[in-house]
């Protein structure tokens, strides 16, 4: 009978591989390549099911078995323990160095229910801080779905010192928990969980303390944020493209401010380790020109706020850095919103302005403003605002109605409106 003729022959012949090679079913890890680590992957498939995951090479193939692909949904990739490109060097204590790949195939098909991988992984790369890049960290809670949070760790320390990595996240399962929460990104560095710093503990001990920690854990992330001096440095307006997933949030909140005597879209708040966090080049305080081409000038912040939301791949801006934008704005001090900026210029007399000129100042022609610009910015619908709420504050005094009752609409919160309101992040 010739060789994998049929499935009884072929099992037969894996098995006599299999005792061959286990006179060799613990490796040394002096065999693991100078930037590979190594770790032990346990998984449990029911009889019948396959792990959902393809293997490439062997012996009579290029290069050592490996993963070529793990299966959306499928068993492996549900455990969170392995990465495509991870070489797969025994299965259930066999050496696969001699297998052909049909046997590794047949091997991982008929292993049994509890399936044992050992797996050689490259070393993550080591972020050095300084060199254009600055560390900052962020709190993240993660709820598990089954027995994992949705991503792969590898690094942890190491007999040897070269080999010695932070806990580095290297891989986000698509659908799952860490994704669906967005703040999570492959190459941030796991500092804590729960409290239990991991510093200095084993790739084995930070997988452990992760499996045994209750259904929600709070994580500790380091993550590298781009220094872009560019933007420090800028004398104008600059074109900022940042790269982005489909469906996935940019990470800032929008607000309006005048800009001489214009309405414009501000970034108000940037969302810790968010894209646009992370890119180095968007700050609260920016002015926001143009999305993808299309002007802001007469934008409303609903319009802005969905335009860049519907961005996908790469958004790109043109943006006013707020060091730039700061002078226009009489040099609002930081920390003060952009009403109190305006409480001068609509209540109390300017310099070469009297006092009645002052009080009409929002229905007279100002000096060098066209009369038509300025009604629009100042009468349209403000977010959550009902236009005829709006209208009587900013005009003239209306009958029944003095100054000061009149003021208190600018600067303060209005009836219904809550102005700690939670951002609607973009």
Same mark, same amino acid.
């Given at each position: 009978?010739?060789?994998?003729?049929?499935?009884?022959?072929?099992?037969?012949?894996?098995?006599?591989?299999?005792?061959?090679?286990?006179?060799?079913?613990?490796?040394?890890?002096?065999?693991?390549?100078?930037?590979?680590?190594?770790?032990?992957?346990?998984?449990?498939?029911?009889?019948?099911?396959?792990?959902?995951?393809?293997?490439?090479?062997?012996?009579?193939?290029?290069?050592?078995?490996?993963?070529?692909?793990?299966?959306?949904?499928?068993?492996?990739?549900?455990?969170?323990?392995?990465?495509?490109?991870?070489?797969?060097?025994?299965?259930?204590?066999?050496?696969?160095?001699?297998?052909?790949?049909?046997?590794?195939?047949?091997?991982?098909?008929?292993?049994?229910?509890?399936?044992?991988?050992?797996?050689?992984?490259?070393?993550?790369?080591?972020?050095?801080?300084?060199?254009?890049?600055?560390?900052?960290?962020?709190?993240?809670?993660?709820?598990?779905?089954?027995?994992?949070?949705?991503?792969?760790?590898?690094?942890?320390?190491?007999?040897?010192?070269?080999?010695?990595?932070?806990?580095?996240?290297?891989?986000?399962?698509?659908?799952?928990?860490?994704?669906?929460?967005?703040?999570?990104?492959?190459?941030?560095?796991?500092?804590?969980?729960?409290?239990?710093?991991?510093?200095?503990?084993?790739?084995?001990?930070?997988?452990?303390?992760?499996?045994?920690?209750?259904?929600?854990?709070?994580?500790?992330?380091?993550?590298?944020?781009?220094?872009?001096?560019?933007?420090?440095?800028?004398?104008?307006?600059?074109?900022?493209?940042?790269?982005?997933?489909?469906?996935?949030?940019?990470?800032?909140?929008?607000?309006?401010?005048?800009?001489?005597?214009?309405?414009?879209?501000?970034?108000?708040?940037?969302?810790?380790?968010?894209?646009?966090?992370?890119?180095?080049?968007?700050?609260?305080?920016?002015?926001?020109?143009?999305?993808?081409?299309?002007?802001?000038?007469?934008?409303?912040?609903?319009?802005?706020?969905?335009?860049?939301?519907?961005?996908?791949?790469?958004?790109?801006?043109?943006?006013?850095?707020?060091?730039?934008?700061?002078?226009?704005?009489?040099?609002?001090?930081?920390?003060?919103?952009?009403?109190?900026?305006?409480?001068?210029?609509?209540?109390?007399?300017?310099?070469?302005?009297?006092?009645?000129?002052?009080?009409?100042?929002? !229905?007279? *022609?100002?000096?060098? $403003?066209?009369?038509?610009? =300025?009604? @629009? #910015?100042? /009468? %349209?619908? &403000? +977010?959550?605002?009902?236009?005829?709420?709006?209208?009587?504050?900013? !005009?003239? *005094?209306?009958?029944? $109605?003095?100054?000061?009752? =009149?003021? @208190? #609409?600018? /600067? %303060?919160? &209005? +009836?219904?409106?809550?102005?700690?309101?939670?951002?609607?992040?973009?």
């Amino acid at each position: 009978m010739k060789r994998g003729r049929d499935g009884i022959n072929k099992n037969r012949k894996c098995r006599e591989r299999a005792s061959r090679a286990l006179t060799s079913t613990c490796l040394c890890p002096c065999d693991v390549d100078e930037f590979r680590g190594c770790s032990v992957v346990e998984l449990m498939k029911k009889e019948g099911t396959t792990l959902g995951l393809t293997v490439s090479g062997g012996i009579d193939k290029d290069g050592k078995p490996r993963v070529s692909n793990l299966r959306q949904g499928g068993i492996a990739a549900r455990s969170d323990q392995l990465n495509v490109g991870d070489y797969i060097r025994a299965v259930n204590g066999i050496n696969l160095s001699k297998f052909r790949h049909d046997e590794i195939i047949s091997l991982l098909k008929n292993v049994g229910e509890r399936v044992v991988l050992e797996v050689e992984y490259e070393l993550p790369p080591v972020s050095v801080q300084g060199s254009g890049v600055v560390f900052k960290n962020v709190e993240v809670t993660l709820h598990k779905d089954g027995n994992s949070f949705g991503f792969v760790i590898r690094g942890g320390a190491h007999e040897d010192r070269n080999k010695s990595r932070p806990i580095v996240i290297t891989t986000v399962r698509p659908g799952g928990p860490a994704d669906r929460e967005g703040t999570v990104k492959p190459g941030d560095r796991l500092l804590s969980i729960d409290g239990i710093r991991l510093h200095g503990n084993t790739l084995s001990e930070a997988m452990s303390i992760l499996k045994q920690c209750g259904q929600e854990a709070t994580l500790l992330l380091e993550y590298d944020v781009s220094v872009m001096d560019s933007v420090a440095t800028a004398s104008g307006p600059l074109l900022v493209e940042v790269a982005k997933a489909t469906g996935s949030s940019l990470g800032v909140a929008l607000s309006t401010s005048m800009f001489c005597s214009k309405q414009v879209i501000v970034i108000d708040k940037v969302k810790p380790a968010s894209i646009a966090d992370r890119c180095g080049a968007l700050h609260a305080g920016d002015h926001i020109l143009s999305v993808d081409g299309k002007s802001m000038e007469f934008c409303s912040l609903a319009e802005a706020t969905q335009l860049l939301s519907a961005s996908c791949q790469t958004v790109r801006m043109e943006i006013l850095p707020q060091h730039q934008a700061r002078p226009a704005l009489n040099a609002p001090q930081h920390g003060i919103h952009t009403q109190h900026q305006a409480r001068p210029a609509l209540n109390a007399p300017q310099q070469g302005v009297n006092t009645h000129q002052a009080k009409l100042g929002l !229905n007279a *022609p100002q000096h060098g $403003i066209n009369t038509q610009q =300025a009604r @629009p #910015a100042l /009468n %349209a619908p &403000q +977010h959550g605002i009902n236009k005829h709420q709006a209208r009587p504050a900013l !005009n003239a *005094p209306q009958h029944g $109605i003095n100054t000061h009752q =009149a003021r @208190p #609409a600018l /600067n %303060a919160p &209005q +009836h219904g409106i809550n102005t700690h309101t939670r951002p609607n992040w973009a």
